[in-house]
């Protein structure tokens, strides 16, 4: 999602399947900020959908969600593809149905999709769907042939100030906030594009993950400078409205956060360079006197249990992952693991993936899982351990003091001990946090293979 001066644009090991470059056209146009849109050609995809670059907007308590995705036909051979754009991060989708004059885009892994139909020229309307809730989860979609590869939000037509702290990338400590009056601390990560000063990347990170790769711009309206950020993975749609305190000065901001059909928090922010999040590492571990995880859980595949004590986890060290299909950060840190495990297996390591899904139903979640496992070439094992929520994975798992998180990784020593857990995960999107988190990972495995 960032920039090359702020954050890597290759991950480490394989792509995750979903993570692939956006798909182009050979034609293109200039659009009003001199970036490049594709054209449309004479072929076109079903429900109106044309190639080139749009833009989808998700209306969801009284605001607008927007998101850019690239549209590509069908060429030799491949399927038409549909890719989710934010930021550096390329999303795509290649499970596209059509029954009458409605079509559904799956989003990747997540049990959700988008369900649209033509509506008039270069237009499309529709709904988000997820299908893993416990009651029906619908928003109102809309799209349209995109007229800049970069404007998210329209504001006044002043053209933004460029700040030097937002050029190089500004740290901020930030404190969110739900309408309940809870709080929680994040540190949030925003820079200014060099040569469009309304362009913005960034995220925040919390101590139980990150809100992985936002896009946005600075904006002016009703008279005040807004950062506007947002993101669309399929699994979320987030919104982040961040207004300055003083025009002209980043060093106090304060906003809404929104989160898919009904989730809202504020938020203020302050500029500093020093910010951080509690140590990952210290914020949950085994109950007094526990030293072990004692578990036998259902295999992905019928039949089959999964449990540390099996012959084939004996003397090796062994990573426990729980996490959640349904869950982003959970994706970012698998498609780390995955391409790590083919290349590190041999050295005696072996990593356990413990599910908790939206679902009681052991075979209805093993589905999940299994494809999950398919799209993400995962080739470490897969257990169904329970259903998504904390709580149920708390109790689940005894030994340990409390659950905090999806995705929290538990590492194992070559005597089936406990020595490490580790809460959250800081994805790709966090930039060089995200490389702290992989040497910390390295770091954590090698010594205990050295024991």
């Given at each position: 999602m960032y920039l090359p001066s702020l954050f890597q644009k290759v991950l480490l090991g394989a792509s995750f399947t979903l993570l692939m470059a956006a798909c182009s056209s050979d034609s293109s146009s200039t659009t009003q900020d001199g970036s490049s849109?594709?054209?449309?050609?004479?072929?076109?995809?079903?429900?109106?959908?044309?190639?080139?670059?749009?833009?989808?907007?998700?209306?969801?308590?009284?605001?607008?969600?927007?998101?850019?995705?690239?549209?590509?036909?069908?060429?030799?051979?491949?399927?038409?593809?549909?890719?989710?754009?934010?930021?550096?991060?390329?999303?795509?989708?290649?499970?596209?149905?059509?029954?009458?004059?409605?079509?559904?885009?799956?989003?990747?892994?997540?049990?959700?999709?988008?369900?649209?139909r033509a509506d008039g020229a270069d237009k499309v309307k529709g709904s988000w769907v997820k299908y893993d809730g416990k009651e029906p989860y619908r928003v109102p979609f809309t799209a349209g042939r995109a007229t800049s590869a970069t404007t998210l939000f329209a504001g006044d037509t002043q053209k933004p100030a460029v700040y030097g702290d937002l050029v190089k990338g500004a740290t901020f400590s930030v404190e969110f906030r739900d309408d309940e009056g809870k709080t929680y601390p994040a540190v949030g990560i925003i820079k200014q594009d060099e040569k469009n000063s309304a362009l913005l990347t960034g995220t925040f990170l919390t101590t139980t993950g990150d809100y992985r790769y936002l896009a946005g711009n600075l904006v002016t309206k009703d008279g005040a400078e807004h950062m506007m950020l947002s993101t669309f993975d399929g699994s979320h749609g987030f919104l982040f409205d961040g207004k300055l305190a003083k025009p002209g000065n980043i060093n106090a901001i304060s906003g809404d956060f929104y989160s898919g059909k009904s989730g809202h928090e504020t938020w203020t922010a302050t500029l500093d360079a020093n910010a951080k999040l509690p140590d990952a590492n210290a914020l949950t571990g085994m109950k007094a006197g526990q030293k072990r995880l004692d578990f036998k859980f259902p295999s992905i595949y019928e039949g089959a249990s999964i449990s540390p004590t099996d012959p084939k986890y004996k003397g090796k060290v062994v990573v426990l992952q729980i996490l959640g299909s349904w869950c982003p950060n959970c994706m970012d840190e698998t498609n780390f693991l995955a391409p790590w495990y083919e290349k590190n297996k041999q050295r005696g390591v072996e990593i356990i993936g413990l599910g908790y899904e939206r679902t009681p139903d052991q075979a209805l979640a093993s589905q999940k899982l299994l494809k999950m496992k398919q799209r993400l070439n995962v080739g470490y094992d897969l257990a169904v351990a329970g259903v998504a929520n904390k709580d149920s994975a708390s109790s689940s798992l005894p030994q340990l003091a409390k659950v905090l998180a999806f995705p929290t990784t538990i590492f194992l020593d070559k005597k089936g001990e406990v020595r490490k857990i580790h809460t959250g995960f800081s994805g790709p999107g966090t930039g060089k946090y995200y490389q702290q988190e992989v040497d910390e990972f390295e770091k954590t495995v090698a010594g205990l293979l050295a024991e």
């Open positions: 849109v594709p054209e449309a050609d004479a072929s076109g995809l079903p429900a109106g959908l044309k190639p080139g670059t749009w833009r989808g907007v998700l209306s969801a308590q009284g605001q607008e969600i927007p998101f850019l995705f690239d549209v590509s036909t069908a060429d030799n051979g491949q399927k038409p593809t549909i890719t989710l754009r934010n930021g550096e991060e390329r999303l795509k989708l290649d499970e596209i149905t059509t029954a009458g004059d409605s079509t559904t885009i799956r989003l990747g892994v997540f049990d959700a999709a988008l369900v649209v």
